[in-house]
């Protein structure tokens, strides 16, 4: 056959428009998809950018037919030479066989098949590398010596024509398409594919991020089929999109799956522009059935007992020092929370805190109470909350536990032996009554007022005692319960002076508590006066009393506003 020239390759570029439906063309018999050959790296033009558009590649000239191909031009039979009348002529000469499009064409059914008519002649000059192409109603046939004859149409076709054809980064097709999972086709390329569902659309899967599709599954794993083409983001990455999740791809971490919960943890985060950066590695599997994902600035853990949630910076490094999900933290439940230079995160088994660039791992105890609701005593979101706690009615020997709040989360600063009054504590919503009795009240007390010999350095109002402090003890006078000075000690009064000074010095600092009096409550003459926070670990009259080191840290990073709750440990906690 005598090849025709008629600009078919302007035909068969302008393929998208002959497409009459988004459907693909007519498939193959199911099967899954095959593993084809991709490059290391997302684009097969380019090291660096998989999404790299392919130069055109140079219009190869063609003989009259295609290099390698078997239609060849028919030789001329030579002029015959006269004889005489009723001699025997030359045999006739043998016709010219059918192009490999021809045979393609012929073989699925010619004008009657799924292509339709032909609409351009077969064309051998304009496509590349020495190819051949023919346009048919519905779509083409291309051929070239390395991949035979294949067959390209609806969406799988207008989106291989979007890419540039045979001189894009897909080059030739290699099969026809190939029915696959719900209605679904995919169409190998010389360069990657071009996977098609109803659900999804026509997009195309080549370089790294094929490499990862494959390592998942196609689309028979989790993410299914692609929504969208890779997207350039930043520092030279792409992404592409799929129906359960995404691929990443960057110069520097190579191609990793991105989905379920600790995707949307990562996005949560900022993706790839958030502190995490991008994934470094796919999901792994660990212990009580949970996963985690390293990423540049970081990483993910998910469970199903604690959600997924960030791990990165100082304190990821001290829980590293743990032992991650293995040692006593367990898996993170919140991600890091922050407020000003303090860092927090709460994991199952406590607490990791970062502030000012030093860490501290701090297993749960009375603190977490304030987080998880089991205080019967609210917080009122004081900076600080301490407790004091017995162990059982009639004892004066108590812990007391310092709980920072750091982003809205308590966290046990420090803990230590103390004592409380003598008889141990009332119950709850019964007065201590007068001093004398030696009880300390059960219950939740803020912090307003500091006194002593000299300030340690606290933000609280400070009362610096003098020979003349005197708090009032004596029921029905103005001064019952509250710092007056007198040179006379008269009754039930205090001489917080003498306190101050004598050899076990219990008054040479301290704090208020506000029980029986503003702006806890009014005053009630006789329920209880002078309950303090002091130094001198003896059992009191009622106050608490802790070491020296302890009660001045205290002072030092107390608010005013600060709380005290103490009681029996079966009344604070539930």
């Excluded at 008629?6 to 302008?14: R, V, Y």
């Excluded at 032909?118 to 010596?145: K, L, M, R």
């Excluded at 679904?184 to 195309?204: D, E, F, R």
């Excluded at 005593?377 to 812990?399: D, L, M, R």
Aim: hydrophobic share 30%; with cysteine; aromatic share 12%.
């Amino acid at each position: 056959m005598t090849i025709r020239r008629h600009g078919g390759w302007a035909a068969a570029l302008a393929l998208a428009a002959l497409i009459t439906t988004a459907a693909p063309s007519q498939a193959t018999t199911a099967a899954p998809s095959p593993t084809d050959t991709a490059s290391p790296s997302p684009t097969n033009t380019s090291t660096a950018d998989p999404t790299a558009t392919a130069t055109s590649t140079p219009i190869v000239t063609a003989s009259d037919s295609p290099t390698g191909s078997p239609t060849g031009t028919a030789t001329p039979s030579p002029t015959s030479t006269a004889t005489p009348t009723g001699a025997p002529t030359s045999p006739p000469s043998t016709p010219p066989a059918p192009s490999p499009i021809q045979s393609k064409y012929a073989a699925l059914g010619g004008a009657t098949g799924w292509l339709g008519a032909p609409v351009t002649a077969e064309d051998c000059t304009s496509p590349p590398g020495g190819g051949c192409a023919e346009t048919f109603q519905h779509g083409a046939i291309y051929w070239i010596a390395a991949t035979g004859a294949h067959t390209v149409g609806g969406g799988v076709g207008a989106r291989w024509a979007s890419t540039g054809g045979p001189t894009g980064f897909l080059g030739y097709p290699t099969t026809d398409e190939v029915a696959i999972r719900d209605g679904g086709v995919y169409q190998l390329y010389q360069g990657g594919a071009v996977y098609w569902s109803p659900a999804t659309g026509a997009h195309t899967s080549h370089g790294g991020i094929r490499s990862e599709f494959a390592a998942k599954g196609w689309e028979n794993g989790f993410l299914g089929y692609p929504t969208s083409e890779e997207v350039p983001i930043r520092s030279g990455g792409v992404y592409q999109l799929y129906q359960g999740g995404a691929i990443l791809w960057s110069p520097t971490t190579g191609a990793h799956s991105s989905g379920g919960a600790v995707r949307a943890g990562w996005a949560a985060s900022g993706y790839e522009n958030g502190p995490l950066g991008y994934p470094t590695t796919d999901e792994v599997p660990i212990r009580s059935s949970g996963v985690y994902q390293l990423y540049q600035g970081g990483a993910i853990y998910w469970s199903p007992a604690s959600g997924a949630h960030t791990s990165r910076g100082g304190i990821r490094a001290a829980y590293a020092g743990t032992g991650y999900e293995n040692g006593s933290m367990g898996y993170p439940v919140t991600d890091e929370q922050c407020s000003g230079s303090a860092c927090i995160q709460k994991f199952q088994g406590g607490t990791i805190t970062w502030i000012a660039g030093i860490t501290g791992i701090h297993g749960y105890n009375e603190c977490e109470s304030l987080n998880n609701g089991h205080s019967n005593y609210p917080s009122y979101g004081a900076s600080a909350v301490s407790f004091a706690v017995a162990e059982y009615y009639g004892s004066y020997n108590a812990w007391f536990i310092r709980c920072q709040n750091t982003a809205g989360v308590y966290w046990p600063d420090w803990y230590t032996p103390a004592t409380v009054g003598r008889s141990g504590f009332k119950p709850p919503g019964v007065a201590s009554g007068p001093t004398r009795y030696e009880y300390s009240p059960t219950g939740d007390y803020s912090v307003t007022q500091a006194f002593g010999l000299g300030n340690p350095g606290t933000a609280l109002p400070y009362q610096t005692l003098n020979p003349d402090s005197r708090w009032g003890g004596n029921p029905g006078t103005p001064e019952y319960n509250q710092y007056f000075e007198e040179s006379a000690w008269v009754g039930y009064d205090e001489n917080m002076w003498y306190f101050a000074t004598r050899s076990t010095h219990d008054y040479r600092e301290g704090a208020v508590l506000n029980y029986n009096r503003p702006p806890d409550s009014g005053i009630v003459q006789d329920a209880g006066f002078a309950i303090f926070l002091h130094e001198n670990t003896a059992p009191t009259a009622g106050c608490i009393a802790l070491p020296d080191w302890n009660l001045v840290d205290w002072l030092q990073k107390a608010h005013s506003g600060d709380r005290i709750i103490m009681g029996v440990r079966s009344d604070l906690f539930h």
